[in-house]
């Protein structure tokens, strides 16, 4: 006899609802030296997500992190390098 909602499958439905099948979401201030993921979305205004996108930094790049201190990241992207602050590193989120 069903008297409500199983709280576990309301759970493991909003887990559902929020995974994209790409692994695990991390901004790039927080991805480790040496790894290389890739672009899954850039938050911020138009003008920051034109920017960032004249970089490289477009949906499903991807980007090698050369090296990072305290958030500021040293990133290849397409072929450059470069440095960008952790502000601007976690608007850009990856997988």
């Known amino acids: 006899m069903l008297t409500g909602s199983n709280p576990a499958s309301r759970a493991g439905a909003r887990v559902e609802a929020t995974t994209t099948g790409k692994g695990a979401q991390l901004p790039l201030a927080m991805v480790s030296e040496g790894e290389t993921i890739r ?4 938050r ?4 920051l997500r034109q920017h960032l996108s004249e970089m490289g930094f477009v949906e499903g790049a991807e980007v090698k992190v050369v090296s990072r201190v305290n958030g500021d990241v040293v990133v290849s992207v397409k072929g450059s390098t470069f440095g960008i602050g952790r ?4 608007r850009i989120v990856t997988y």
């Not at 672009?39 to 850039?42: A, P, R, S, T, Y």
């Not at 911020?44 to 003008?47: D, F, R, S, V």
């Not at 502000?87 to 976690?90: G, L």
């Open 87 to 90: 502000d601007m590193a976690m």
């Open 39 to 42: 672009v899954l979305k850039v």
């Open 44 to 47: 911020g205004g138009a003008t």
